[in-house]
C-alpha cells in the first residue's frame, strides 16, 4: 500500500482460469480503488491499450504481475513533480532478482540499443490521445517503440528524478525477446524520431545487435546491406570489420 491514497488500480486480466477472478472479486469488496477488468485481449499492449482507455486518472503507469514498486513512500515521493508541468517523470528500477540497477537519464544513444524500463515511467494520460497508444504490430517491443516516439518529441516535458520507482521482475515478457518486426522497420521507428537529435553516424553505428542477430538468423544479404549502409554513413572500417567477421563465424555455423 502507498502512504498517498488518491489513486486507482486498474487489473487488467485475459480470461483468467487459476481462481484469481475471484480472489479479486474479495479484494475489492475491501478497497474500492481496485477495478477489475477480465476479457479478451490480443497480447500485452493490446490489454496496456484497453487500460489507458478506461484509466479515471491524468497520470499512468504500468506494472506486471512480477513487478512491485520500490517502497510505500513512491507516490509520495514523486507527488511534487506530478504537479508540476511534466509530461513523463520517471526514475530508477532494480531488476531482480539479480539486484542490478538501472538508473540515471537515459540517452538517445541507449534508446536505440535498448529501451528505458517502462516500470521506470509516469505518463500523464493525454500524452496517449494525442500522440496514439502502444502499436500492437510489435508484440514484444511496442514499449521500446512508444518510449522512443514520446522521448524524442519535442513537445513533451520530459523529467528524471533520482528516485527508486521499482523492482522489476527479469524474467518479464519483453525482457529477454527480439521483436523481429520492430528491426524490421528500424529506419521507421529510429530513422524517423531519432534525426532530430544523433548525427547518421551515431544512427547507423548503433546497429551492431541487428547486424549480429541478422546473421544469427542466417539472413546474410539482409545483414550485408546493413552494413553497407553503416559503412557509408560512419566510414568506420573496425566496425565493418568485426561486423564482417561475426558474419563469416555466423554463416559457418550455419554451415556446419
Same mark, same amino acid.
Not at 530508477?92 to 534508446?111: A, L, N, T, V
Not at 510489435?138 to 518529441?153: Q, V
Not at 520507482?165 to 529506419?187: E, L, Q, T, V
Not at 546473421?215 to 568506420?236: C, P, R, V, Y
Given at each position: 500500500?502507498?502512504?498517498?491514497?488518491?489513486?486507482?488500480?486498474?487489473?487488467?486480466?485475459?480470461?483468467?482460469?487459476?481462481?484469481?477472478?475471484?480472489?479479486?472479486?474479495?479484494?475489492?469488496?475491501?478497497?474500492?480503488?481496485?477495478?477489475?477488468?477480465?476479457?479478451?485481449?490480443?497480447?500485452?499492449?493490446?490489454?496496456? &491499450?484497453?487500460?489507458?482507455?478506461? #484509466?479515471?486518472?491524468? !497520470?499512468?503507469?504500468?506494472?506486471? #504481475?512480477?513487478?512491485?514498486?520500490?517502497?510505500?513512500?513512491?507516490? +509520495? +515521493?514523486?507527488?511534487?513533480?506530478?504537479?508540476?508541468?511534466?509530461?513523463?517523470?520517471?526514475?530508477?528500477?532494480? !531488476?531482480?532478482?539479480?539486484? $542490478?540497477?538501472?538508473?540515471?537519464?537515459?540517452?538517445?544513444?541507449?534508446?536505440?540499443?535498448? &529501451?528505458? &524500463?517502462?516500470? $521506470?515511467?509516469?505518463?500523464?494520460?493525454?500524452?496517449?490521445?494525442?500522440? =496514439?497508444?502502444?502499436?500492437?504490430?510489435?508484440?514484444?517491443?511496442?514499449?521500446?517503440?512508444?518510449?522512443?516516439?514520446?522521448?524524442?518529441?519535442?513537445?513533451?516535458?520530459? @523529467?528524471?528524478?533520482?528516485?527508486?520507482?521499482?523492482?522489476?521482475?527479469?524474467?518479464?515478457?519483453?525482457?529477454?525477446?527480439?521483436?523481429?518486426?520492430? !528491426?524490421?522497420?528500424?529506419? #521507421?521507428?529510429?530513422? @524517423?524520431?531519432?534525426?532530430?537529435?544523433?548525427?547518421?553516424?551515431?544512427?547507423?553505428?548503433?546497429? =551492431?545487435?541487428?547486424?549480429?542477430?541478422?546473421?544469427?538468423?542466417?539472413?546474410?544479404?539482409?545483414?550485408?546491406?546493413?552494413?553497407?549502409?553503416?559503412?557509408?554513413?560512419?566510414?568506420?572500417? =573496425?566496425?565493418?570489420?568485426?561486423?564482417?567477421?561475426?558474419?563469416?563465424?555466423?554463416?559457418?555455423?550455419? #554451415?556446419?
Amino acid at each position: 500500500m502507498q502512504r498517498i491514497t488518491d489513486y486507482e488500480l486498474l487489473i487488467m486480466d485475459n480470461n483468467s482460469t487459476d481462481g484469481s477472478i475471484a480472489y479479486i472479486a474479495e479484494i475489492q469488496k475491501q478497497d474500492n480503488r481496485i477495478k477489475f477488468f477480465s476479457g479478451s485481449d490480443s497480447g500485452i499492449y493490446d490489454a496496456m &491499450n484497453k487500460g489507458i482507455a478506461l #484509466a479515471g486518472g491524468q !497520470w499512468l503507469y504500468f506494472m506486471g #504481475a512480477d513487478d512491485r514498486l520500490a517502497g510505500t513512500d513512491v507516490l +509520495q +515521493q514523486l507527488q511534487p513533480y506530478l504537479l508540476e508541468d511534466w509530461d513523463m517523470v520517471y526514475g530508477d528500477c532494480i !531488476w531482480m532478482p539479480e539486484g $542490478r540497477p538501472e538508473k540515471g537519464e537515459w540517452s538517445y544513444e541507449q534508446f536505440i540499443k535498448v &529501451n528505458i &524500463n517502462h516500470q $521506470r515511467i509516469f505518463y500523464r494520460k493525454i500524452l496517449f490521445e494525442k500522440y =496514439g497508444g502502444y502499436n500492437t504490430q510489435y508484440k514484444i517491443a511496442a514499449d521500446h517503440e512508444l518510449n522512443i516516439r514520446f522521448f524524442c518529441n519535442n513537445h513533451i516535458q520530459k @523529467k528524471y528524478v533520482p528516485i527508486s520507482i521499482s523492482h522489476y521482475h527479469s524474467g518479464g515478457f519483453s525482457a529477454n525477446k527480439f521483436d523481429h518486426s520492430f !528491426w524490421k522497420n528500424w529506419d #521507421a521507428i529510429i530513422l @524517423k524520431n531519432f534525426k532530430p537529435h544523433l548525427s547518421a553516424k551515431k544512427i547507423y553505428g548503433s546497429l =551492431g545487435t541487428y547486424i549480429r542477430h541478422l546473421a544469427d538468423e542466417g539472413k546474410t544479404m539482409q545483414a550485408l546491406k546493413l552494413i553497407g549502409k553503416n559503412f557509408i554513413h560512419t566510414g568506420s572500417p =573496425g566496425f565493418i570489420k568485426l561486423m564482417l567477421s561475426y558474419l563469416i563465424s555466423s554463416k559457418k555455423k550455419h #554451415a556446419g
